[in-house]
Antibody
Framework: EVQLLESGGGLVQPGGSLRLSCAASGFTFSSYAMDWVRQAPGKGLEWVSTISGNGVSAYYADSVKGRFTVSRDNSKNTLYLQMDSLRGEDTAMYYC??????????????WGQGTLVTVSS | DIQMTQSPSSLSASVGDRVTITCRASQSVSRYLNWYQQKPGKAPAILIYAASSLQSGVPSRFSGSGSGTEFTLTISSLQPEDFAIYYCQQTYSTFRTFGQGTKVEIK
């Protein structure tokens, strides 16, 4: 059974940093790209970042580029999101998701339960 | 970035109704278009991938169609458990984007 468990959320002051983790189990972690997706309170879904299975390639939304860094430790089956220079607009539930694919079609087939990040003084 | 626009933003429907949600892309995304369902307090769940492929375990009353810039999600006979928010997502670009969501409410 695929399981994704996020952790590391919490309250942080503007300008501060936080590192989110996503512990994966039930699949060959290194074989799959992973996504981070966030959702501000009462708002829609926003794609944040994607990292390839081997960790070599990473992509970011413009809203977080230069402030957030995605990484993974395939020996620990864990995905990370380092968030620096946090702003109020980064307040959201952060989800990690496993990326399924067939040829060039990609979709998020499993999601974690989310971890809440609140940026406020 | 590719912009995704869903219509309507919300709709009211009754159990048994046929419901159609549209998603339009600002440029062609071929068939790299997914649909998700999100219920209150829960993570999103995939319904349809690659425009028309039904995810394993998803009821057959859900279907998707379209290509290029215009896509539809259809629920053939709305069930009580289908009241939720639905999102489209393009993965044509490595910079993936979601639509703003369509809330399906009970009439």
């Amino acid at each position: 059974e695929v399981q994704l468990l996020e952790s590391g959320g919490g309250l942080v002051q503007p300008g501060g940093s936080l590192r989110l983790s996503c512990a994966a189990s039930g699949f060959t972690f290194s074989s799959y790209a992973m996504d981070w997706v966030r959702q501000a309170p009462g708002k829609g879904l926003e794609w944040v970042s994607t990292i390839s299975g081997n960790g070599v390639s990473a992509y970011y939304a413009d809203s977080v580029k230069g402030r957030f860094t995605v990484s993974r430790d395939n020996s620990k089956n864990t995905l990370y999101l380092q968030m620096d220079s946090l702003r109020g607009e980064d307040t959201a539930m952060y989800y990690c998701a496993k990326v399924a694919h067939i040829a060039s079609a990609f979709w998020d087939d499993y999601w974690g339960q989310g971890t809440l990040v609140t940026v406020s003084s | 970035d590719i912009q995704m626009t869903q219509s309507p933003s919300s709709l009211s429907a009754s159990v048994g109704d046929r419901v159609t949600i549209t998603c339009r892309a600002s440029q062609s995304v071929s068939r790299y278009l997914n649909w998700y369902q999100q219920k209150p307090g829960k993570a999103p769940a995939i319904l349809i991938y690659a425009a028309s492929s039904l995810q394993s375990g998803v009821p057959s009353r859900f279907s998707g169609s379209g290509s290029g810039t215009e896509f539809t999600l259809t629920i053939s006979s709305l069930q009580p458990e289908d009241f939720a928010i639905y999102y489209c997502q393009q993965t044509y670009s490595t910079f993936r984007t979601f639509g703003q969501g369509t809330k399906v409410e009970i009439k």
